[in-house]
């Protein structure tokens, strides 16, 4: 019985999630022409104070929902097309974030998330902290702010998607 006043409600009121917003336009870097369809991304936390991790986790959480654009998070970097680094890069995560990159099959496509995977932010200069992204593995995409919304998030992997 309760099926059939919650199917009734459904009907009465009708879609409730929003449109899509607008595409953001053309294509953000060069090798993006190569990826078509849904993008694999792999997301590395190089040492970041995980401020953007929790505007990823709502980039594809039910609000934003990366997903819908045809990204999504994968947890082996062998499956991955793109590379989503947070944080400056710590001594103690060069290595770990340059093999992610080279496990990452080509055409690979790196973004810089947030101020201190673009120019190591408030850390730059730190005893513990190697450099920006850029140091470390190539960059093909920065995605400024402290930390960057969601919306910015899945706007740049839809210009990866093409959706």
């Keep these: 019985m309760a099926v059939f006043t919650l199917w009734r409600k459904i009907r009465q009121v ?22 078509r369809g849904s993008v694999q991304v792999r997301h590395v936390d190089a040492g970041s104070c995980n401020g953007c991790e929790i505007e990823i986790g709502s980039a594809f959480g039910p609000v934003y929902d990366g997903e819908r654009y045809g990204a999504r998070l994968v947890a082996s970097p062998r499956h991955a097309d793109v590379l989503l ?3 400056p890069v710590t001594r103690n ?15 690979r496509i790196v973004v810089a998330v947030g101020d201190c995977a673009v120019n190591a932010g408030e850390f730059a ?39």
């Design 14 to 35: 009708g879609r409730t999630a929003e449109p899509r917003p607008p595409h953001p336009g053309g294509l953000s870097c060069p090798k993006a022409a190569a990826l």
């Design 85 to 87: 680094v947070t944080g």
């Design 93 to 107: 995560m060069a290595v770990p974030l340059l093999r992610t990159f080279e496990a990452v099959s080509e055409p």
């Design 125 to 163: 200069g730190g005893y513990g902290v190697r450099g920006a992204v850029a140091d470390v593995v190539p960059v093909d995409v920065d995605l400024p702010g402290c930390p960057p919304e969601p919306a910015a998030i899945v706007a740049a992997l839809r210009g990866f998607t093409g959706r």
